[in-house]
C-alpha cells in the first residue's frame, strides 16, 4: 500500500515537471519570437533615421542655398508667425514691409511676389520715364519755339521803349511850362486852403461849444424827465403786476397761513411774499395796500404751502383770500435783477449782501449784474457762484431784467480814505450807466428799501446798539407776566379806557372803574 502510494506521488511530480518544461519552453519560444521581430523594427527604424538624416542633411543643405542665393546669412531661418530680427524670415519680412512702405501695397506678402511686383514696378517706371523722355524733347521743342516768339517780341519792345524814351524827352521839354503853371496853382490853392482851415477851426471851436451847450441842455432834459416819470409814477403808481396766489386759511393763534400755491408751482421754501388787502390798487403799487408779510416753510401739496406769519397789522389782520405776491418768485420762471449800491438790509450799518444773496437764491430767483462794495460791477453767468469782471464791450442789461434795484448810494463828498473816494466814485459813475441802460431797455427802477416791502422781507436784529446808526428801534417797553397771580409791581389802572376798545374810534375815551383785576395784582395791590 505504500508503494502503491509512492508511484502516484512520483508520477504526479513527473507531470508536473513536465507541464512546468512545456510552459518553460512556450515562454522561450514566445521570447524569442518578439526578439526576432524587435530586431526587424529595429533594423527597419535604422533605415528609416538613416533616410530622415540624409533628408534632413539635404534640407540644411538646401536651406543654405538657399540662403546663399538670396542674399540672408542669419544663423536661424525663423518662423513665419514670429518674425524675429534676426532670422532669415523676421529679415525677409522686414525687407518686405520696407518695399511696402515705399511702392506698396504689395499684393502679398511673399518674397516672389514682391520680386515679381518689383520687377513690373521697374518695367512700369521705364515706360514711364521713356513717355516722360518724348514729353520732354517736345517741351523742349516748343520752348525752343517760345524763345523765338520772346525774342522777337523782346526786340519789338525795345524799340518801342526807345521810342517812348524819345518821346517822353520831348515831352517833359513840352510840359516844363505846364507843371510851373499847375505849381503856381498849387500855391494859390495851398493859401486858399490855409484861409479854409482858419474858417473851419472857427467853425470848430463855435459848434463844440454849442455841442457842449446842447450836452448839458440834454443831460437837463434827461433829469428833467427822470424827474417827472418819478412823479407821475408816484401820483399815478400804476402797476402791471399780479398777485402770485391767495390766501386759503389762516390760524392766528399759531401764526401760520395756508396758501394756494405749492410744488406744482415750483414754490421753493423761505420764499416771502407780501400779503396785500383784497381791496388793493395793483400790487407792487406801493406799501400802503400791504398789510402782513409771510413767509413758506413747508409745502404741502400741488397747489397748497404752508407759511408763517412775519408781520401783520392787528388793525387789518390777515384774512381768507388775501392776495400774496412776491417780485422774486413767478411759477415756471426764474426772475432776473440787477442790483447796485451797498446793501444794508436792517439799516444798523453793516452790509448784508450775502443775506440778499441768500433771499434771492431761496426764492429761485437770480441777479444778472451787480455792483460790489469795492465799486467792481459784475455779471453773473451762474448766480451766485459764477461771475466775470465787467467791462466796456461787455454785455449790458438785457430785457428780461425785471428790476434795477437802488441800494445805498453812498455820497464820495463824505468818505474819509482816499479810497473809499474812489469807491464812490466808481459805484455813482456804475449808477449813471446801469441807468442809461435800463432806461434804454424800458427796465423799471426800484429802492432797496421798496422792493424788500413787495417780497416780504422784514429785519430779524431786535438789539439795539447805541451809537452803531442813527435810526429808530422798536423796543418793547413794560414787563410780561409768566402767569396769573404774578406780583412784578404796581399794575394799578390810569382809569382811562383806550379809545381803540370803546364804542366808536371818534368817541371820547370812557373812564374805567379804576380796579384791576386780582389775577393780575400788582406788588403794593392787596389779596
Known sequence: MAASNKSVGLQITLAIFAMLAVIGWVAFYMQFRELADNQTRFATAAADKQAAENAARKGLDDVETFKRVAGYNQSEVGDADQSVANTVVGAIMTDLGKVNAAHGPLPTTNLAAAIEFLSQRVTDLNNEREQLQTQLATRNTELAALRGQYQQQVNTHQTARRSAETDLANLRDTTKEQLDARQQQIEDLRRNLNELQVEFDEATATWTAERKNYVENEEQLVLQVDDLREKLKAATRVSFERPDGLVRWIDNTAGLVWINLGSQDRLRLRTTFSV????????????????????????????????????????????????????????????????????????????????????????????????????????????????????????????????????????????????????????????????????????????????????????????????????????????????????????????????????????????????????????????
Open 276 to 527: 396785500y388787502r383784497k381791496a388793493h390798487h395793483g400790487v407792487a403799487r406801493g406799501a400802503e395796500d400791504i398789510k402782513g408779510q409771510i413767509e413758506v416753510t413747508r409745502i404741502i401739496d400741488n397747489h397748497t404751502a404752508e407759511a408763517r406769519i412775519l408781520d401783520d397789522d392787528i388793525y387789518d389782520p390777515i384774512s381768507k383770500g388775501d392776495p400774496v405776491y412776491t417780485p422774486l418768485w413767478s411759477p415756471g420762471r426764474t426772475e432776473t435783477f440787477a442790483i447796485v449800491g451797498l446793501v444794508d438790509l436792517d439799516q444798523d450799518g453793516v452790509l448784508d449782501r450775502d443775506q440778499f444773496h441768500d433771499i434771492v437764491e431761496d426764492a429761485g430767483a437770480r441777479l444778472n449784474h451787480e455792483v460790489l462794495d469795492d465799486g467792481n460791477r459784475i455779471r453773473y453767468d451762474g448766480f451766485p457762484d459764477k461771475f466775470l469782471n465787467w467791462s466796456e464791450d461787455s454785455p449790458t442789461l438785457d430785457s428780461d431784467t425785471k428790476y434795477l434795484i437802488l441800494a445805498d448810494i453812498p455820497d464820495p463828498a463824505l468818505a474819509i480814505r482816499e479810497e473809499d473816494v474812489a469807491i464812490r466814485k466808481a459805484i455813482s459813475a456804475h449808477l449813471d450807466a446801469m441807468r442809461k441802460e435800463a432806461r434804454l431797455k424800458g427796465i423799471e427802477e426800484i429802492r432797496l428799501s421798496d422792493f424788500l416791502e413787495h417780497i416780504g422781507y422784514r429785519p430779524q436784529r431786535r438789539l439795539y446798539i447805541p451809537g452803531l446808526v442813527d435810526r429808530p428801534f422798536n423796543l418793547r417797553a413794560g414787563a410780561a407776566s409768566v402767569g396769573t397771580n404774578e406780583v412784578v409791581g404796581d399794575r394799578t389802572a390810569a382809569g382811562a379806557v383806550s379809545g381803540i376798545y370803546g364804542r366808536s374810534k371818534k368817541l371820547k375815551p370812557q373812564t374805567s372803574a379804576g380796579q384791576t383785576s386780582e389775577l393780575y395784582r400788582g406788588g403794593s395791590v392787596g389779596n
